[in-house]
Structure formats: C-alpha cells, structure tokens
C-alpha cells in the first residue's frame, strides 16, 4: 500500500492561541477527513503529520503559555477523530526546533499516553548526535515509552552539505553513513525510526545515494519505513526541484525510477489492526 504524509496546521484545527480547544474547527476537520478517506479508501496509509515546527501562533510547545497538557490534548481530541481508521498514522511533530532537546522528549511522551502511533524524533538522523539545542538527542531520547509499545522516531534526511535539502548530493554513500549512527543507536535501545523525508536532486550521485540509503535500511530492522518529500501544490510549483507533482513534476520520474523496484520487491510499510474505542491502539508500523 502507498503511503501519503498529509501535513496540516494546529491553528486552523484550533483558533485558541493557548490551544484550548475541546472540540476543533469542523470546516478544517471535515477537509481533513475527506482527504484521509479517499486515500484510505484508494488502498493507502496516511500519516496526519502537524506541521507546525512545535509551535502554535508562534509560541513554543511547552516553554511558552501554550502547554504540553494542552497540546497533549489536542491530539487525544484529533486521534478520536480517526482511530477507527487502522491505515492512519500520527506524526506528534514535524522540524521542532529552536527548544530544549527535554521540552522535545516530555511532549511526545505526553502526547503518546493519549495515542498509540508515530512519534517524531528531532531532526535530521544524521544530526542524532549533535547537541544544538543543549542536550543531545542520543542522550534525551533515551528512555523514551509508550504504555502502547508502539512508536517509531520520525526523521528526515537529504544528501547535501547540511541536510537541509538541496540539488547538490555529497557522494553517493553519504545516505548511508548519516543513518549509521541513528540505526546502531535504535538498535541499542530498542527503538525504530521512520524516514519521514527525504529527496534528491537530478544528478547521478543522487540517484546512487537514494538507492545505496533504502537498501541499508532495508538491510536493518529497525527502519519501519519512509516518505519521499513530495513538495505538492502551487506553492512550490512543478519546477521545484524536489516537487513530484503529476505528471510532469521536476523530481517525480527519477524519484519514483529509484523507489518502485523497492515497492515492487520488498512492498511499502504499512500499520496494523485499529480500535474505535477511542485509545488509538494501531499496531506497530512495519515494514513488510
């Protein structure tokens, strides 16, 4: 089954600038709901992925008015929305930055007592180790838990100089040496991650790169899977560089050249059974 990440933003769920909202805007709601339908009901998996860089009207998540219980909350009222729904995955947070590496940590573990899905790590998996925000991630994501035992860490990994994503790829082993350390790290403590973006630029050493990088993480267990970063839609235009829009986006036939063999040998990751009961009890993803 195809997976599509469905990015959307909390202030047009939730209009309370403390994001106090015990019910959420039904316009935006029901918008949502039609879209994860038809790509459920087409055979896909979603992942509803909050695209808010662990922010709500500009205030940071949990170091600011705008709390980790609130924010705890609001995705309990939002996973209720879709638990009976067993091919949707919840992505807590995409890109938290300028925070503490613990802020990171204590918000996703809030949210996933309320959950039982995807949780985002923080950052790219070649920076797994870097201390930007203070504490290391291979420090503060340790010990990590879910009472559901069924979480996976959501990174993103382009192959330029500093992992932000551009034309220009380093060489075509740089995927794989940037998730060596992540992977040895996940398997040491027993955790999984999911490459939530990545995407490559028009060259040779690209393609090479993508292929060398979903072959290692074929190769260890502990990857339930990826998503190429699709750059959909009139704001990023068919002319970008990464867009995969049909039919004639700038990046969608080398892309998908390099990820269909892996789709036709090894199959997509896909999630488990659901329950409507309210407690969002989705199996692990996995790769299949």
């Known amino acids: 089954?195809?997976?599509?990440?469905?990015?959307?933003?909390?202030?047009?769920?939730?209009?309370?600038?403390?994001?106090?909202?015990?019910?959420?805007?039904?316009?935006?709601?029901?918008?949502?709901?039609?879209?994860v339908k038809d790509i459920t009901g087409r055979?896909?998996?979603?992942?509803?992925?909050?695209?808010?860089?662990?922010?709500?009207?500009?205030?940071?998540?949990?170091?600011?008015?705008?709390?980790?219980?609130?924010?705890?909350?609001?995705?309990?009222?939002?996973?209720?929305?879709?638990?009976?729904?067993?091919?949707?995955?919840?992505?807590?947070?995409?890109?938290?930055?300028?925070?503490?590496?613990?802020?990171?940590?204590?918000?996703?573990?809030?949210?996933?007592?309320?959950?039982r899905d995807i949780v985002n790590g923080y950052g790219t998996a070649g920076d797994f180790n870097k201390d930007y925000y203070g504490t290391k991630n291979s420090v503060a994501m340790v010990g990590l838990t879910d009472p559901g035992n069924n979480f996976s860490l959501a990174m993103h990994q382009f192959f330029n100089a500093d992992s932000s994503g551009s034309e220009t790829c380093l060489s075509p082993k740089i995927g794989r040496e940037r998730l060596e350390f992540v992977t040895d790290w996940m398997a040491e403590h027993g955790m999984t991650g999911f490459l939530t973006e990545f995407g490559i630029g028009d060259s040779d050493i690209c393609v090479a790169a993508l292929k060398d990088?979903?072959?290692?993480?074929?190769?260890?267990?502990?990857?339930?899977?990826?998503?190429?970063?699709?750059?959909?839609?009139?704001?990023?235009?068919?002319?970008y560089y990464l867009s995969m829009e049909p039919p004639s986006g700038k990046a969608l036939s080398r892309t998908l050249a390099v990820l269909e063999p892996f789709i036709?040998?090894?199959?997509?990751?896909g999630s488990g059974s659901g329950s409507g009961s309210g407690t969002c009890k989705h199996h692990q993803a996995r790769r299949r």
């Not at 896909?44 to 924010?71: C, M, P, R």
């Not at 036709?264 to 990751?269: I, Q, R, T, W, Y």
Request: aromatic share 12%.
């Open 264 to 269: 036709a040998k090894h199959g997509p990751p």
């Open 43 to 115: 055979g896909g998996i979603v992942i509803l992925d909050n695209h808010n860089y662990a922010l709500h009207f500009k205030q940071v998540i949990g170091e600011s008015a705008v709390t980790i219980e609130n924010f705890a909350r609001f995705w309990a009222t939002l996973a209720k929305e879709f638990c009976d729904n067993p091919n949707v995955m919840f992505e807590i947070m995409n890109d938290p930055h300028g925070l503490r590496t613990e802020t990171v940590f204590a918000f996703n573990e809030a949210v996933m007592k309320a959950i």
């Open 213 to 239: 990088m979903l072959e290692y993480m074929l190769e260890n267990e502990v990857w339930t899977g990826g998503a190429a970063w699709a750059a959909v839609g009139p704001a990023w235009g068919a002319d």
């Open 1 to 35: 089954m195809p997976i599509f990440r469905l990015p959307f933003m909390m202030e047009r769920f939730c209009q309370n600038k403390l994001l106090d909202c015990p019910s959420l805007e039904p316009i935006y709601l029901n918008e949502v709901k039609e879209a």
